[in-house]
């Protein structure tokens, strides 16, 4: 790919700013911020590839080589699925360290939107007072954005599982929500979820339950029941993921979980994503479900909440009651013990690390 190739759309704004060339655009970001000009410079430079790295929230964090034609490929469909046209308005309120930041940068570059940045916080809407097209969130943004909502048309939620108690908050929204299924070696989403506003027929609320592929995306899966996607237009490689899910067509599936999350408690395998989905409906604070190492058991079903009280054991009988009570769960699927931490540890994509906030625990 030549470096001529690399351009950017006559209609582009950047917090209002328009440009006439590439230096202009650098020349800008150099005073505004410094990672998304030294990102721009990669990305107008005469290499054919960009350099970025993945999340770190089921692995050690790791740089990749992504092709930028595939990056300009991925953009585009992006653009085409959601109908996001030339003066698209959108809102950049992730990290640009990550992909899913860079890739609003790059949508915007070549589709000729108008992007207005903010700093990514937690509360991205809270001084908002414009109204946007389009928007990229994570499920902690969303869930401090319900009542300004209204200031995006459309929004796409990815890096974590969007929980029931969420749904339903945002079951009748103005704004079109979707999940989006992805990975840094994808170049963000290649299938995408409807959460609300859906279509009524003669009565009946259509409910659209599972991800749906994107053109040019191939999906089957593995031994493990694990899916493999084939997205030419996105990588040269067929990628072997650690989704364990269920296929319900040849463009649709239903996520369950991770493979290697996968608790073995008595010979009895665990999802820990589906007993979350569960447990979500009487537990409003941020918390996950675990394996532990039990002699009897092989593995221990254990729960930790994020709380910061002093009134922790009340909490936690309460919760326990509750959970004995959830009908939903089966006794194999009840947590044998829970735990109360004041923080997760996170990654900087709000993603919760499971694995070192566990270790907080010192069990």
């Known amino acids: 790919m030549k470096s001529e190739q690399i351009k950017f759309h006559k209609s582009f704004q950047l ?13 800008h970001t150099k005073g505004f911020s410094d990672e998304i000009h030294h990102f721009l410079e990669s990305w107008f430079s005469s290499d054919k590839n960009i350099t970025v790295q993945t999340s770190g929230s089921t692995g050690k964090p790791k740089l990749i080589l992504l092709k930028k034609e595939f990056v300009l490929n991925s953009a585009i469909a992006t653009g085409k699925y959601f109908d996001l046209q030339e003066n698209t308005t959108a809102l950049l309120c992730l990290p640009t360290a990550y992909i899913a930041g860079k890739l609003m940068l790059i949508r915007a570059l070549t589709l000729g939107w108008h992007l207005d940045v903010i700093a990514p916080n937690s509360h991205p809407l809270e001084k ?52 989006t299924y992805g990975m840094t070696e994808t170049i963000t989403h290649i299938a995408v979820k409807k959460l609300n506003n859906f279509s009524s027929s003669k009565g009946r609320i259509t409910k659209q339950s599972f991800y749906k592929t994107l053109p040019n995306v191939t ?23 650690n989704d364990v899910v269920q296929l319900i067509s040849d463009t649709e599936f239903e996520w369950l979980g991770r493979f290697d999350t996968v608790i073995n408690s008595g010979g009895i395998k665990l999802h820990p994503e589906e007993i979350e989905e569960k447990l979500s409906e009487i537990i409003t604070n941020r918390f996950f479900v675990a ?16 709380l910061d009280s002093s009134k922790k054991l009340d909490i936690q009988l309460f919760i326990k009651k509750e959970v004995q009570n959830l009908k939903s769960l089966s006794k194999f699927e009840i947590p044998k013990e829970i735990y109360c931490l004041r923080n997760f540890i996170e990654t900087g994509t709000k993603k919760i690390q499971r694995r070192k906030t566990l270790d907080l625990l010192k069990l």
């Open 15 to 27: 917090n209002g700013c328009s440009f006439t060339s590439v230096d202009e655009i650098l020349a």
């Open 128 to 179: 908002v007072d414009k109204e946007y097209d389009f928007s990229a969130m994570v499920p902690l943004q969303l869930e401090n954005s319900i009542f300004k909502l209204s200031k995006i048309k459309k929004l796409i939620v990815g890096g974590g599982v969007v929980s029931k108690e969420l749904k339903t908050k945002i079951k009748d929204v103005f704004t079109v929500i979707f999940a």
């Open 291 to 306: 394996g532990i190492p039990d002699k009897k058991l092989g593995e221990k079903l254990i729960l930790i909440i994020e």
């Open 219 to 241: 999906i089957y899966i593995d031994d493990r029941n694990c899916l493999v996607i084939n997205a030419p237009k996105v990588s040269d490689e067929i990628i072997f993921t």
